[in-house]
C-alpha cells in the first residue's frame, strides 16, 4: 500500500472482550465483543455514559489492561502481547498526572530523558512540542505555577514528544472549565491534524463528541450501538438509545395504521404522525425521533412538506436566541420544541400548533440490536 494513502483499517480492534468480578461476586461485561477499525489520521470518539466501557478499551489499546478474548491490531501487527512501554501509543489523563516537583521542560523532556536522547535534540523537541501546544518558553515554570489549561497542554506536550503513532485521551478537558473547554476543543482538533496521527477520545459529553470528531463510536454498557459521523450519529441514530443520548429529542412509540403513495400515518397513542418513509409496514411498531428544531409554530413551505401536531404549552425557556417550549401532546406525552423569537403569545396551559418538517422525521426500528463484531 501506498504511504500517502491513509489506511481505512490503521487500528483494527477485532472482537474484543472483557470481563470484571463485582464485589458481589458478579459479572460484568465492561467491553462485550467490539469490533472497529479506525483509519491513520482520525480522529474518533468514544462517547456514551459513566461505566459503558470507554476507559477499559483505552487502558486495553494502551496496554494497562488485558483482554479476555479478541485482538488489536496495529498496522497490521498484533499489539496485545506487547508491553505498555513498547507500544507506539500515548495516552493523556484527565488529571494532568504531572511531576510536581520538575519543571514544565523535564516533564515535557521526561521521555526523551529516559530514551538518552542527546542534550541538544532533547531541548529543541521540547520546544518544538511546547509551541504545538501554544505554550512557548515556559519550560523553567513549575507546575504549580500553571493554570488547569496551561497544565493540561503540558500533559499534552508530553504525550506527543515522543511522536506516537496514536494518542489516547480519557476525558482531557472535564476538569476545565466550560469557555476554556470550547477553546481546548478546537485546540485539540487542530493539533491532531497538524500532527497527522489517530486520536482516540473519550467523553461522556455528546456536545464534545459532535464538534471534534471524524467518527464517534456510540458505547451503551460495553457494546457498540452505533459508529458514524457527527452528522449520521444525530441525524439518523440507530437505537434509541443513541437518540437519546445524542441531542434533545422527542421520542414517540407508534403503530403504522394506513399507507398511502405519499406515505404513512402513524398512531402515536392517539396521535397521528405523518412520514415518508415508505419502507414501514402497515402494523409495523416504530419510534419516531423528531427533534426540536424541527418543529416550528408557522409553516414555511420552503422547508418542504410539513405537517402539524398540537401541543398544550407548559414552560417556555429563553435560552439566548431560541425559545425551548415544553408541554404535552394530546396523548399527554411529554413533547418539545425550538423556536426563534415569535410574535405568537406563549402563554402557559395554551394550545399550540407545531408544524414539522416531514423529512426531518427519522424512524427508528422499534426493535434494535447493537453493534456485534460488524466486521
Ligand atoms: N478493575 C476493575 N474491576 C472491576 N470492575 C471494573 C474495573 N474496571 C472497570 N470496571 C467496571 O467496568 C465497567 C466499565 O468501566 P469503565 O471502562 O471505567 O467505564 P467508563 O470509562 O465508560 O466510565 C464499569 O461497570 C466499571 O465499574
Ligand atoms: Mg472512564
Redesign the pocket.
Known amino acids: 500500500m501506498s504511504a500517502s494513502i491513509p489506511s481505512p483499517e490503521y487500528i483494527k480492534i477485532h472482537h474484543a472482550h472483557r470481563q ?2 463485582t464485589p458481589e461476586g458478579g459479572i ?1 461485561n ?1 467491553l462485550d465483543n467490539i469490533s472497529l477499525s479506525i483509519a491513520q489520521s482520525e480522529f474518533i470518539t468514544l462517547l ?1 455514559p ?7 478499551l483505552l487502558k486495553i489499546i494502551a496496554g494497562f489492561e488485558e483482554l479476555d478474548s479478541g485482538d488489536i491490531l496495529l498496522d497490521g501487527q498484533s499489539i496485545i502481547q506487547q508491553p505498555a512501554h513498547k507500544r507506539p501509543v500515548n495516552t493523556v489523563f484527565q488529571s494532568y498526572a504531572l511531576f510536581p516537583h520538575m519543571t514544565v521542560g523535564d516533564n515535557v523532556g521526561y521521555g526523551l530523558d529516559i530514551a538518552k536522547v542527546n542534550k541538544v535534540e532533547r531541548n529543541q523537541r521540547v520546544a518544538e512540542a511546547l509551541t504545538m501546544v501554544g505554550l512557548s518558553g515556559i519550560e523553567q515554570r513549575l507546575p504549580s505555577q500553571l493554570s488547569g489549561g496551561q497544565q493540561q497542554r503540558v500533559a499534552l506536550a508530553r504525550a506527543i514528544i515522543n511522536r506516537p503513532k496514536l494518542l489516547l485521551l480519557d476525558e482531557p478537558l472535564s476538569a476545565l472549565d466550560k469557555n476554556l473547554r470550547l477553546q481546548m476543543q478546537l485546540e485539540l482538533k487542530n493539533l491532531q491534524t497538524e500532527l497527522g496521527i489517530c486520536f482516540i477520545f ?1 467523553t461522556h459529553d455528546q456536545e464534545e463528541a459532535l464538534t471534534m470528531s471524524d467518527q464517534i463510536v456510540v ?1 451503551n454498557s460495553g457494546k457498540i450501538d452505533q459508529i458514524g459521523t457527527p452528522d449520521e450519529i444525530y441525524h439518523t441514530p440507530k437505537t434509541e438509545f443513541v437518540a437519546r443520548f445524542i441531542g434533545e429529542s422527542n421520542i414517540l412509540s407508534g403503530m403504522v395504521i394506513s399507507k398511502s403513495e405519499n406515505g404513512v400515518n402513524i398512531d402515536c397513542n392517539g396521535c397521528t404522525i405523518f412520514s415518508h418513509d415508505q419502507t414501514l409496514k402497515l402494523g409495523e411498531e416504530v419510534k419516531l425521533l423528531l427533534r426540536p428544531e424541527h418543529l416550528s409554530l408557522t409553516p414555511n413551505e420552503l422547508e418542504g412538506p410539513q405537517a402539524q401536531l398540537t401541543m398544550t404549552l407548559n414552560q417556555t425557556v429563553f435560552v439566548g436566541s431560541d425559545y425551548q417550549l415544553h408541554g404535552e401532546l394530546s396523548n399527554g406525552l411529554p413533547f418539545s420544541a425550538l423556536t426563534r423569537k415569535t410574535n405568537t403569545p406563549l402563554i402557559k396551559g395554551q394550545q399550540l400548533t407545531l408544524y414539522y418538517q416531514v423529512d426531518a422525521l427519522h424512524t427508528i426500528p422499534a426493535k434494535q440490536k447493537s453493534i456485534k463484531g460488524h466486521i
Open positions: 470484571f468480578m460484568i465492561a456514551g459513566s461505566g459503558c466501557g470507554k476507559t477499559t473519550v458505547l
